[in-house]
């Protein structure tokens, strides 16, 4: 899959999302499940990689890759896939699904994040790390992927298709809710709220020295390696001006896609394993 080919699966996907809708498929049904620090989002793809369905929920189950709430996580893992069984009309009990983490995550974390996703009665054949998940939805070769969710910024550099170097560090978009909470006063959870639907124009200019810490930390995982662009995905990049101060601060091009919360979790389920 190519840079375009990637960015419309997202729309598409995008649209069955909004619609509460399926397209029609033939074969074997492959599941991505993302467990987000703000968002959990199942993604329903055919053999051949096109979104045939899909749900999400805003959720705080997960932090830095981290599942504090397990109960939490895991009814609302089941309570989506009962919502995207419904729109398909489909039982996906035992399917098999994949799951993904941020780089660097410690291996007992990762069993916990696989041991929710199996708990919905999906069978997990595969755990890959998110920013390398987006790669494969966008069709990524060379550059460097960098992830940027609710609780953490993690990096993947690729070098002819190949991931030759990943990391992760805590700050994310949780970060940017911190400093807006900070500034007016608020609390984080008003401070959520304010991020996602006030004005850009007047969140930006608050948050605009995250997303610098963000590019900073990018440009000192760079160093060393042929990277000729970034790029950005998760649901902290939806600012507008985002990629712009990416570029400012690293000197690199960097390209954000369309709906950059949902490639990651269309990824994860392009690397389920049948």
């Known amino acids: 899959m190519d840079w375009k080919s990637g960015n419309d699966a997202i729309l598409e996907f995008a649209e069955l999302i909004r ?19 703000a968002n959990i989002v199942i993604a329903v793809v055919d053999e051949n990689d096109r979104p045939i369905a899909g749900a999400t929920q805003g959720a705080s189950v997960v932090r830095d890759g981290i599942v504090v ?16 069984e419904g729109i398909l009309g489909v039982d996906l009990t035992y399917a098999k699904a994949a ?25 997990v ?33 690729l070098k002819d298709g190949e991931v030759i170097f990943t990391a992760d560090e805590a700050t994310g978009g949780t970060h940017m809710s911190l400093v807006l909470a900070g500034f007016h006063h608020i609390s984080f959870e008003e401070a959520e709220e304010l991020k996602k639907n006030e004005s ?6 608050i948050i605009k020295p995250v997303v610098q810490k963000m ?20 649901g902290a990049c939806v600012f507008n001006d985002f990629e712009k101060i990416f570029e400012d601060e690293t000197g690199i091009k960097t390209i954000k ?5 949902l490639v990651t979790p269309l990824g994860i389920a392009f690397n389920c394993q049948r």
Do not use: M
């Open 69 to 84: 709430d397990y109960l939490g996580a895991s009814q609302i893992v089941r309570k989506l896939k009962g919502e995207v």
């Open 125 to 157: 054949t595969n755990v890959v790390d998110e920013p390398t998940a987006a790669a494969t939805v966008l069709g990524i070769q060379n550059g460097a992927v960098v992830d940027v969710g609710g609780g953490t910024t993690g990096i993947s550099i």
């Open 19 to 37: 619609e509460k809708k399926a397209n029609a498929y033939t074969g074997e049904l492959k599941v991505g499940v993302d467990l987000g620090t």
């Open 257 to 261: 896609p369309v709906e950059p919360l």
């Open 215 to 234: 590019a900073s930390i990018v440009n000192r995982f760079v160093i060393g390696y042929d990277v000729d662009v970034i790029y950005v995905v998760g």
């Open 99 to 123: 799951t993904a983490i941020p780089p660097g995550i410690l291996a007992g974390n990762t069993k916990i994040i696989s041991n929710v996703v199996d708990s919905a009665d999906f069978v």
């Open 200 to 205: 850009q124009k007047k969140v930006f200019p």
